[in-house]
Structures are given as structure tokens and as C-alpha cells.
């Protein structure tokens, strides 16, 4: 079973950037596509940001796009997540996600995923 640990979260204010990570099981990256998806209290999980196996093709949610980026190292095993001009409202717990590539259909819909981390927390503050 894949195993996926998020680092990188914290606390910034409305403007600033943050660089979150997976840490994804050995030797299996590249079979995966991965995203990233967030939940804020009282709210449902959306997703934010999606990749495929190869890191060729990359998907965003509106809210997002223009602000942040989603990129993959395979031989590293790990996932990326660039946030900048960070507003309050992207406030939320944020998870990583990896679904096998031949069951990938909606790339930024939870029923492509069948593995998830923890969560690392992201507040920003205005």
C-alpha cells in the first residue's frame, strides 16, 4: 500500500508563499498520479491541484490558478505543492492524494484517489 506523509505547512500572512511536500513510497511515484486537496472546517474536501504519472499534464482549481503550482520529482518520490499570494481564505487542512494511473478519470475529484496522507495545516492570517 502506498505511503504518503505531507511536511511543510505552518503559519504566513495574507501575501505570503509556502512550499508543501509528500514524501511518497519508494519506487512507486511513477506509477501514481497525485493531487493535492484542502478542507476547510464546516466545509467539504476540494480539490486543489492534480498530475499525472509522468508530470507531462497539470490541473487546478479556479481558485487557485495563477498562484500556485504542482510538480512532482519521481526520482525522489515526492510531490510539490508552490503556494504564493496566499489569501485567507486558502486557509484549511491540506492533504496529498495518489490514485493509480489506469483509475485516473476526474484528476481533481476525490474518487480518482484511493491513498492519503495525514494532513499538514495551512492559516493564513489577514
Known amino acids: 500500500q502506498v505511503q504518503l506523509v505531507e511536511s511543510g505547512g505552518g503559519s504566513v500572512q495574507s501575501g505570503g508563499s509556502l512550499r508543501l511536500s509528500c514524501a511518497a513510497s519508494?519506487?512507486?511515484?511513477?506509477?501514481?498520479?497525485m493531487g493535492w486537496f484542502r478542507q476547510a472546517p464546516g466545509k467539504e474536501r476540494e480539490g486543489v491541484a492534480a498530475?499525472?504519472?509522468?508530470?507531462?499534464?497539470?490541473y487546478y482549481a479556479d481558485s487557485v490558478k495563477g498562484r500556485v503550482t504542482i510538480s512532482r520529482d519521481n526520482a525522489k518520490n515526492t510531490l510539490y505543492l508552490q503556494m504564493n499570494s496566499l489569501k485567507p481564505e486558502d486557509t484549511a487542512m491540506y492533504y496529498c492524494?495518489?490514485?493509480?494511473?489506469?483509475?485516473?478519470?476526474?484528476?481533481?475529484?476525490?474518487?480518482?484517489?484511493?491513498?492519503w496522507g495525514q494532513g499538514i495545516q495551512v492559516t493564513v492570517s489577514s
Open positions: 492524494a495518489a490514485g493509480p494511473a489506469w483509475e485516473w478519470t476526474q484528476p481533481l475529484s476525490r474518487r480518482s484517489y484511493n491513498y
Open positions: 498530475i499525472d504519472s509522468v508530470g507531462m499534464s497539470t
Open positions: 519508494k519506487y512507486t511515484t511513477n506509477r501514481y498520479c
